[in-house]
T-cell receptor, first 116, second 122 residues
Framework: AQKVTQAQTEISVVEKEDVTLDCVYE???????LFWYKQPPSGELVFLIR??????QNEISGRYSWNFQKSTSSFNFTITASQVVDSAVYFC?????????????FGKGTKLSVIP | GAVVSQHPSRVICKSGTSVKIECRSL??????MFWYRQFPKKSLMLMAT?????????EQGVEKDKFLINHASLTLSTLTVTSAHPEDSSFYIC??????????????????FGPGTRLLVL
């Protein structure tokens, strides 16, 4: 069985602060994929990043960075110099190709509020 | 820009009526589409996996006769909520997956989501 845990339900930060969203996953598959999606108040899920299980390189995209550590089964997401537009619910998700359909298992989400 | 669209974005209907929601992949062919339901302040719950040209696979606890899914083409899947009741009110969101590797920047492992449909049954 697969499981994704986002222990932080809600986080509030002041604008320009850095914030890290935690994600811990469980899977028995050797090949799997990890994702982060952003859901602003409008409701649409915006794809942010995908990471393959065999690629542990960390990634940086502008103010966003991701730290993937297989040893601790974690895939944490850091926003540097947060902005009000970053306010949203962020979902971490896990999928595998075993069934051929790449079904996603979502965490419960972390609501980030960036206060001006 | 958006790669998956949903229509309508919002619908209000009377109890007992049926509502059809469309999900379209705009610039790629999606052999697999997924339908999710999301309650307020909750995570997404997978309802069913829809494969083009075959019957949808429903998750445990999801009524097949209540939520009819049709995936008639590689760019369109529809969800019909039959005989809707107030408890069916929710946010329904679809996603699509491209079967091809790296096609125009789309990878086969990633699901791209539509903007969602808010259903309110009175």
């Amino acid at each position: 069985a697969q499981k994704v845990t986002q222990a932080q339900t809600e986080i509030s930060v002041v604008e320009k602060e850095d914030v890290t969203l935690d994600c811990v996953y469980e899977t028995r598959d050797t090949t799997y994929y990890l994702f982060w999606y952003k859901q602003p108040p409008s409701g649409e899920l915006v794809f942010l990043i995908r990471r393959n299980s065999f690629d542990e390189q960390n990634e940086i995209s502008g103010r966003y960075s991701w730290n993937f550590q297989k040893s601790t089964s974690s895939f944490n997401f850091t926003i540097t110099a947060s902005q009000v537009v970053d306010s949203a619910v962020y979902f971490c998700a896990l999928s595998y190709s075993g069934a051929g359909s790449y079904q996603l298992t979502f965490g419960k989400g972390t609501k980030l509020s960036v206060i001006p | 820009g958006a790669v998956v669209s949903q229509h309508p974005s919002r619908v209000i209907c009377k109890s007992g009526t049926s509502v059809k929601i469309e999900c379209r992949s705009l610039d790629f062919q999606a052999t697999t589409m997924f339908w999710y339901r999301q309650f307020p302040k909750k995570s997404l719950m997978l309802m069913a996996t829809s494969n083009e040209g075959s019957k949808a696979t429903y998750e445990q606890g999801v009524e097949k006769d209540k939520f009819l899914i049709n995936h008639a083409s590689l760019t369109l899947s529809t969800l019909t909520v039959t005989s809707a009741h107030p408890e069916d009110s929710s946010f329904y969101i679809c996603s699509a997956r491209s079967p091809r590797d790296r096609e125009v920047g789309r990878d086969r492992e990633t699901q791209y989501f539509g903007p969602g449909t808010r259903l309110l049954v009175l």
